[in-house]
């Protein structure tokens, strides 16, 4: 009783006293039960705490486990990079770290140097001469930087991209081609004035169309779908006629490759016709490929420090995959639209000579490439467009190879059956653009 009594008394945390009497060999108190109640919901708690910290516990001791097991990983990345890292201190620390970049800069512009002089001493004018003289005072900046060690990478590389479009701008194009743009930049588009589906299936929402844009060259129209993931064709579709397109009629299947995989495929789709030769990325490479339709033959041409991949897509408002190269058509030239890292993903332009299938001339810009929809050339003028609506697109800027100028203030609106645009290029035959629209085929008059 005693033991029991004690218990009691260490269970509830209480003491107390009862006084009793003797009966004969007995001691008699009268004692209250209701001390004795156990405290199950207090006890119901402290269950659920132990249970809960012991989860936690758990859980704690695993992710000290996982960090014990990652640690070892991590110090090993930690030791590499500073590995890797030791030779740029040494270079730092030495002061030829700086000295690597300035090489860069200066063999940069060697190469605008020497082809300015070269440019000069074919046709001099007061623009070259100004040219050369701009070049020596950058010359000695750079030899500047070389003593002091103290220079604005950025502001150089700016400075030499726009001597270089200078440079380039100089080179020597064919008159007929500077005088047949006295006007310069577009001041209107029009209402659509051709609207269909394309002729093959309404899912093909990645492809290009037009006409030939050879000046005095036949009139035939072309359409090409791209058929296996929106990203690749073997195929193009001829019309003799705009009333056989529009009817879907007459056409004839031309086979660029002999299948979506050749090397030879389409991939993307800024594809061109251009001179009955249609003009587009080759197949998973950063080449142009140029395929005659007459003679079925097909050329091939690196195109030097471009990024394919998705790297630089047109990408404004939805990612439009696998427009890494754009091609252009221009009264003599095909102008090739695409952006490299060199440039920090801005676009470069550069005008290839379609017979010789050669770089002729190279521009950089200042316009991220993803940052853009789509883009088109009109007499020598880069355009760009923007989204605005599932129903509306926007010309919001231009860049003139002749002059080197960038204009970001243009507001040319048109109408869109649709949100994506997979290809837009401009005819300087009819003086059209041509617009893929998610399926549809577009066209618009221009004014300037």
Not at 250 to 258: L, P, Q, R, T
Not at 410 to 416: G, Q, V
């Amino acid at each position: 009783m005693l033991l029991f009594l004690l218990l009691t008394v260490i269970v509830t945390g209480h003491s107390q006293r009862f006084p009793g009497k003797q009966d004969g060999d007995s001691c008699v108190c009268k004692i209250s039960s209701s001390i004795w109640e156990f405290p199950a919901v207090q006890f119901e708690k402290v269950t659920k705490q132990v249970q809960t910290c012991e989860v936690n516990l758990i859980e704690f001791q695993k992710k000290i486990k996982n960090k014990n097991d990652e640690l070892p990983k991590m110090d090993a990345s930690i030791k590499n990079i500073v590995k890797r890292l030791k030779p740029f201190e040494y270079l730092n620390t030495n002061g030829l770290y700086n000295a690597l970049h300035l090489q860069q800069l200066d063999q940069e512009l060697e190469e605008i140097h020497r082809t300015t002089r070269e440019i000069h001493q074919k046709n001099p004018s007061k623009e070259t001469q100004n040219l050369l003289n701009e070049l020596l005072k950058a010359k000695k900046e750079i030899q500047n930087m070389y003593k002091d060690s103290l220079f604005n990478l950025e502001t150089m590389k700016k400075r030499l991209r726009e001597l270089n479009n200078r440079a380039q701008s100089c080179k020597t194009i064919p008159e007929d081609f500077r005088s047949a743009c006295f006007q310069r930049i577009m001041t209107n588009i029009s209402s659509p004035v051709v609207t269909k589906l394309n002729s093959q299936y309404s899912t093909y929402i990645s492809g290009a169309w037009g006409r030939d844009a050879k000046l005095n060259s036949k009139e035939r129209y072309w359409e090409h779908c791209l058929v296996s993931g929106n990203k690749h064709g073997n195929t193009i579709r001829m019309y003799n006629s705009h009333q056989d397109l529009m009817s879907n009629k007459n056409y004839k299947d031309e086979y660029i490759a002999s299948s979506y995989t050749n090397a030879n495929a389409v991939q993307g789709s800024g594809t061109i016709l251009y001179d009955n030769t249609v003009f587009y990325q080759c197949y998973g490479t950063a080449e142009i490929c140029s395929f005659n339709i007459t003679t079925q033959a097909t050329k091939r041409m690196k195109l030097s420090g471009a990024d394919i991949g998705n790297k630089f897509p047109f990408c404004y408002y939805s990612c439009r995959d696998w427009t890494d190269i754009d091609l252009e058509a221009g009264q003599d030239a095909v102008w090739v639209i695409y952006a490299t890292e060199e440039n920090h993903g801005n676009i470069v332009v550069s005008r290839l000579d379609p017979v010789e299938l050669n770089i002729t001339h190279t521009w950089k810009t200042n316009l991220f490439k993803r940052s853009v929809s789509s883009t088109f050339m009109v007499c020598g003028v880069l355009y760009a467009t923007r989204f605005v609506s599932t129903y509306q697109e926007e010309v919001f800027y231009a860049f003139d190879t002749t002059t080197g100028q960038e204009i970001n203030t243009l507001s040319l609106p048109f109408e869109k059956v649709a949100a994506g645009i997979a290809n837009l290029n401009y005819n300087p035959v009819d003086r059209r653009l041509y617009l893929y629209n998610d399926g549809y085929l577009l066209a618009y008059n221009t004014f300037f």
